[in-house]
């Protein structure tokens, strides 16, 4: 099995490196046979997509078969293992992962193979710059980080079992999502280089692009959210977001990433920001194999990072490479990229795309520097420095609301140019009711002057209903335009917008799902949390619940061993639940792991939301009874409901538009007084 | 017109007498330093949790730490020297954040000093190409005029009609 799983990435390097090479030689030397050539090199890239999917599957069978004379088998499976968590084995390691990239990396690379049609030049660069990523993650496999080792001397019963963190439905699809999303940054990655070097003219490519890149945002948006939904479900300690590094390392290419998917529109409108826009797809791209660095080199710790290992420097000198060829080309055909416009006004959709993208830039920036500081105090004084939590939400969260400020301005801001009289128009409604909120919420007992925490929470609050009042009221006025003339209701008339532009009406789909999520972050300066031991019918207050302990007791089952208890939940004297929270052990890893119990008060408490949070800490070793701690997270459900707007818009917005359906009334319709996009 | 005007005008001075009311309404809460102290501090067993959020089983420091913390309170020592004899026992890493002190101050001004200097910059940028002239593309078509322009306006006018 495993010399099946070690030829075929031999294999799958021979033809990466032949594919680059050829594809590489075929665009040097344009000549009669270098289309042949290409085509050679295309073909070798689409079989590099079967080879390594064959490697992968050797690896999941094994896997499956118990094989554990594989140590990558060994170290991160073992027979009583639940089957949905064997395929779950391939990316749970350094060795798997890497082989995980390299497949994803493949498949991008089929589908981009498959459709070279487009545009075959373009198309081939972009192939060939593919070809040289993944010769890199296979040179990785078979020399540095091989899945398919051996072990040595007598074979083991049994493996070290995956760990326990792992076993958790959502890291079933969390990993593949969030590599979706770094790998998937390859493409844009690919074309822009490709179209830099061979001096692509206008702007098709960041069409060509634009798809590529919404997809891999969206993997990408859907990776870090459900990294968080994981956190929050099985770390136990109430939070979703602790600033870990690896959390950090998915979080800057989704900033920076966003900032290209705004500021590609001005290069398309406009043809502006043209260095720029090259830039930010190098730096992402750049960014997405730091955060592979960082998560598998050991140079920070993490409780999600691999262990320390050599292939740090691979990495680092990967990093190097991608960097200096950057520069290469962009010092050599850097006039390419000229700006054909001027900026017009200060007040317009261009210059707010400028700050928009300072804006994340700087954040991305910021985030980066908290998470480098330890290394570099270490490397300055000798002594390392923690940067937690604090740090980042007094840094970063100013910046994060002066985003959310621009998110609420920029889309009414026309191109060009903006009158002041148009700003009047549509920024009183929506900024009546972000004060008016902001006075309710003090009325309601938050005193900004009382805590930081809660200062930012009100402005947060303003701001996410800001945004949301501008985004319906985009939509309302555009409805009310279509409804007058097709006499439809206004919901209908919302659809028939919403088909005519999705780009634009998903993309305000997607920035009502961030004031969402907004929303459901400010809720954490409410957390409440009380700690009890619990014997049976021993009551602990948290809020308005009553929790009262009606039982506990243990299990064994073949993969784990656990305590759980039986917390019957009441609210003005009505019962209104039952939760089980349960703490496991691990047989095989030896290991313990909490499964927190979460309650959403959605009946009770309706849009204001709440999370009843129990963990099961352990057992009193002195008197036998369970330690059990309440949370009650008010709003964390929004965050989840943000999120899936966020990806419901970014769907709509990957929609073709639908053909402009010609109204009967003969009168031309009056045009927006916003920019349209 | 002008009594649209008035009454947005009385209405943002009631909002703004209405948040000048609040603002002087309750007063902060003492009893949160030990949760405000507790969170600027890191569990030191290795799980890169805050001190008040570890939630490890049997952890042998998160639980002594706590007791250290409110013993401090108790004794009426300040944040500081709260804070100072913890790094003196457990360590610099055992403080969530860097302090304000020595090379750690650049932890601090790095990203606002990248603010600002971005700023500058969009600024300056903004600033140069608000006053420098149109590049004509290498591609560019000549402009057109005359009839064929009024048959590019009719056939944008009909694709932009809605």
Redesign the interface.
């Known amino acids: 099995m495993s010399q099946v799983g070690s030829f075929a990435l031999l294999l799958a390097l021979a033809l990466s490196a032949y594919s680059f090479l050829a594809g590489l030689l075929a665009l040097a030397r344009p000549g009669p046979g270098s289309e042949r050539l290409g085509e050679t090199a295309r073909r070798a890239g689409i079989a590099v997509f079967g080879i390594v999917f064959l490697a992968a599957v050797v690896l999941v069978v094994a896997a499956f078969q118990d094989d554990f004379s594989i140590a990558y088998i060994f170290h991160h499976s073992n027979r009583d293992l639940p089957i949905a968590y064997k395929f779950a084995v391939l990316w749970s390691g350094q060795e798997g992962s890497l082989l995980f990239w390299s497949l994803l990396l493949a498949t991008y690379g089929l589908v981009l193979r498959l459709r070279h049609k487009t545009d075959a030049r373009l198309f081939a660069y972009a192939s060939v710059i593919i070809a040289a990523v993944q010769v890199f993650f296979l040179l990785l496999l078979n020399f540095a980080a091989h899945p398919f080792a051996v072990m040595t001397g007598e074979l083991p019963p049994d493996g070290n079992g995956l760990n326990p963190l792992l076993q958790y439905p959502e890291m079933v699809i969390h990993p593949p999502m969030l590599y979706l999303g770094y790998v998937g940054f390859t493409i844009p990655f690919a074309f822009a280089l490709g179209a830099l070097i061979m001096r692509y003219?206008?702007e098709k490519w960041i069409n060509i692009t634009r798809r590529w890149t919404m997809v891999t945002w969206g993997f990408l948006t859907c990776g870090v959210f459900l990294g968080m939904h994981w956190a929050y479900s099985v770390?136990?300690?109430?939070?979703y977001w602790?600033w870990?590094p690896v959390e950090s390392a998915s979080f800057m290419p989704w900033l920076t990433g966003t900032a290209f998917l705004h500021s590609v529109m001005m290069q398309e409108k406009r043809?502006?920001l043209k260095v720029w826009n090259m830039w930010l797809i190098f730096i992402t791209f750049g960014l997405c194999i730091f955060g592979t660095f960082l998560t598998r080199s050991g140079v920070v710790?993490?409780?999600h990072a691999f262990a320390q290992s050599s292939i740090g420097n691979w990495f680092v000198g990967f990093l190097a490479l991608i960097f200096a060829t950057c520069a290469f080309f962009y010092v050599k055909n850097r006039t390419h990229l000229?700006?054909?416009?001027?900026?017009?006004s200060?007040v317009s959709r261009e210059?707010s795309f400028?700050?928009n993208n300072?804006l994340f830039?700087?954040f991305c920036?910021?985030v980066l520097?908290?998470t480098l500081?330890p290394i570099l105090?270490e490397w300055?004084?000798g002594?390392?420095?923690?940067?937690?939590?604090?740090?980042f939400n007094?840094?970063?969260i100013p910046?994060a609301l002066l985003l959310l400020l621009l998110t609420a301005v920029g889309p009414l801001l026309a191109w060009r140019k903006t009158s002041t009289e148009s700003i009047k128009r549509n920024f009183?409604w929506p900024a009546?009711g972000a004060?008016?909120v902001?006075?309710l919420m003090?009325?309601f007992?938050v005193?900004?002057?009382?805590?930081v925490s809660y200062f930012y929470a009100l402005m947060a609050a303003m701001l996410a209903v800001l945004v949301a009042l501008t985004v319906v009221s985009e939509f309302v006025r555009g409805a009310r335009?279509?409804s007058g003339?097709t006499h439809q209701n206004l919901l209908a008339s919302m659809v028939h917008l919403g088909h005519?532009n999705t780009r634009r009406y998903g993309g305000y789909i997607v920035h009502f799902g961030v004031a969402v999520v907004i929303i459901g972050f400010l809720g954490s300066a409410f957390n409440l949390d009380q700690e009890k031991e619990m014997g049976y019918g021993d009551k602990m207050q948290i809020g308005p619940y009553t929790l009262v302990c009606r039982s506990y007791t243990q299990e064994d089952k073949p993969n784990y061993g656990s305590e759980w208890a039986i917390i019957d939940v009441f609210r003005n004297g009505k019962q209104i639940d039952t939760m089980y929270p349960e703490?496991r052990f691990y047989k095989a890893s030896q290991q313990?792991q909490?499964m927190p119990q979460i309650h959403p008060t959605v009946k009770e408490d309706f849009l204001l939301v709440k999370d009843l949070y129990l963990?099961y800490?352990?057992l009193n070793q002195d008197t036998g009874r369970p330690i059990i701690?309440a949370h009650l997270n008010p709003m964390v459900p929004w965050i989840w409901a943000g999120w899936m707007l966020m990806v419901f818009g970014t769907i709509i917005a990957l929609v073709p538009n639908a053909v402009?359906v010609r109204?009967t009334a003969p009168a031309?319709?009056q045009a927006a007084p916003v920019g349209a996009d | 017109m002008r009594v649209r005007q008035g009454t947005l005008r009385r209405a943002t001075q009631l909002t703004l007498l209405c948040c000048a009311l609040f603002t002087f309404l309750g007063a902060g809460d003492e009893g949160a330093r030990f949760n405000d102290l507790g969170h600027r501090m890191m569990c030191v067993c290795g799980c890169s949790q805050i001190l008040l959020e570890c939630n490890h089983v049997g952890c042998k420091y998160s639980d002594n730490m706590r007791g250290e913390l409110m013993a401090a309170l108790d004794r009426g020592d300040s944040d500081d020297l709260a804070l100072q004899a913890f790094v003196q026992k457990y360590g610099t890493t055992v403080i969530a954040a860097p302090t304000t002190t020595g090379f750690n101050r650049v932890a601090w001004i790095m990203p606002y000093l990248a603010l600002v200097l971005g700023l500058t910059t969009m600024v300056l940028i903004v600033r140069t190409w608000r006053n420098r002239p149109l590049v004509p593309r290498a591609d560019a078509v000549a402009p057109v005029s005359g009839a064929e322009l009024e048959h590019f306006r009719e056939e944008a006018r009909k694709d932009t009609e809605t």
């Open positions: 003219p206008g770390l136990g300690w109430g939070g602790g870990d043809g502006m710790s993490s409780v000229r700006s054909e416009h001027r900026l017009e200060i210059s400028l700050f300072l830039v700087m920036f910021t520097w908290g500081f105090s300055v004084q002594t390392k420095v923690t940067v937690g939590p604090p740090f007094k840094v970063a910046v009183m009546i004060v008016l902001g006075v003090m009325i007992g005193r900004p002057w009382a805590d335009v279509i003339h005519r703490r313990t909490t963990v800490e352990g701690k402009p109204l031309r319709v």
